[in-house]
């Protein structure tokens, strides 16, 4: 495959570092609440919000809301055309940087 059928299928909802971060941090496990992914990933609230919305939009991520105690808390999850699209992503910069 060559170098411009590569760009092709570049992935352009998550290009973005913050998007592809947010999705490696997703796909390793069930679930993120959205304090320790803005924590990890040293971002304002606002800006985490926004990207994840981007996520969301595209069907990467699942926003929930879970009760624990009295807290309610918000928690992202990748779903499997996320994990799916965040693997395609992550090969297709391996090849990249291969050549």
Known sequence: MSLADDLKQWDKVIQSPLRFTIMAMLDGVDALGFSDI????????????????VLENA???QVSKVTRGRRVLTEMSATPEGRQ????????????ASR
Request: charged share 25%; hydrophobic share 35%; net charge positive.
């Open 38 to 53: 803005r924590a990890a990933s040293e971002t304002s609230a606002p800006t985490l919000s926004k990207q994840l919305t």
């Open 59 to 61: 069907g990467y991520v």
């Open 85 to 96: 699209a965040y693997r395609r992503q992550l090969e297709l910069l391996r090849r990249i």
